[in-house]
C-alpha cells in the first residue's frame, strides 16, 4: 500500500506517520503541504491512496475533483475537523471514498486506512450520524451518476425537485402545483434521466448542491415512487 499524506499541520502528518509505519504494511511514498505539492507527488509516484484534509490551509475541496478526473485509481481518504452535512455531501460526490474526523480514536484511523486501500467505503460514527441528521443515506447515493455536464433544467423541474427534497409525495406535489399525479409522475421521470441518478436520494443530492434547498431544513421521505 503506497500512501500520500496531504495535511499543511506538519504535527498532524507526524502523527499519522508514526500511526501508519508502526501498525501497517505501507509505505508513505510522499507528504504534501498544499494542492500544488499533492498533484505533484500523484504524477511522480504510483500512489494507492491518499489521506487528506481538504479544508487545511493550503487545501481546497476542488483538488478531490482534480484528483478524481487525473488518477481514478487513486482512492482517497479525508481526515477533517467536524464538518456540514453540505461538506461531506460535497467530498463524497468530488470523489473522496471514506471519510473520518481528526479526534477519531487511531484504531478507527487505521480501519479507515485499510478499507479505503481495499477499495470499501468507510466512515465514522460522527460523519454517519451528520449525514443521516440532513436525511441523506450514503449507501442510496449514486455517487457516480453526477457529472460536470451542465444540465438544463426548467423552473418547473427545480419546483418538482424542490418538494422531491422536502419529502412530498407524487400526489402531495400535484395538489400543489394543481396538476395530476400523473404529470408529475412523468416530470420525475424525465428529472431522473437529465441528471443521471437512480431514486430520490439523487434528486435530493441534486437539490442540496445547487441550493435549491438547505439540508439542514427538508425532510427526506424515502418512498419507493420511480
Known sequence: ???????????????????VNTEL???????????????????SFDV??????????????????EIKRRFP????????????????????????????????????????????????????GTILETIQEANLNVDDIDIDAFSCEAVIISNRESEIITHIAEGFTNAQIAEKLFLSAHTINTHRKNIMSKLG??????????AVKTNLISPNKFLFTADNEG
Open 1 to 19: 500500500m503506497n500512501l500520500v499524506l496531504a495535511d499543511s499541520n506538519e504535527l498532524i502528518r507526524l502523527g499519522i506517520r508514526v500511526l
Open 25 to 43: 504494511e505501507a509505505t508513505i511514498v510522499g507528504e504534501a503541504n498544499s494542492n500544488e505539492v499533492l498533484v505533484e507527488l500523484l504524477r
Open 48 to 65: 494507492d491512496v491518499v489521506v487528506v484534509d481538504f479544508t487545511a490551509k493550503g487545501f481546497n475541496i476542488d483538488v478531490l475533483s
Open 73 to 124: 485509481n487513486v482512492r482517497m481518504l479525508a481526515i477533517t475537523p467536524e464538518q456540514s452535512a453540505t461538506v461531506l455531501v460535497d467530498a463524497l460526490r468530488s470523489g473522496i471514498t471514506s471519510y473520518v474526523k481528526k479526534d477519531c480514536s487511531f484504531p478507527e484511523i487505521l480501519e479507515a486506512v485499510r478499507e479505503t486501500n481495499n477499495g470499501n467505503k468507510f466512515f465514522c
Open 197 to 206: 441518478v437512480k431514486n430520490t436520494a439523487g434528486i435530493v443530492m441534486y
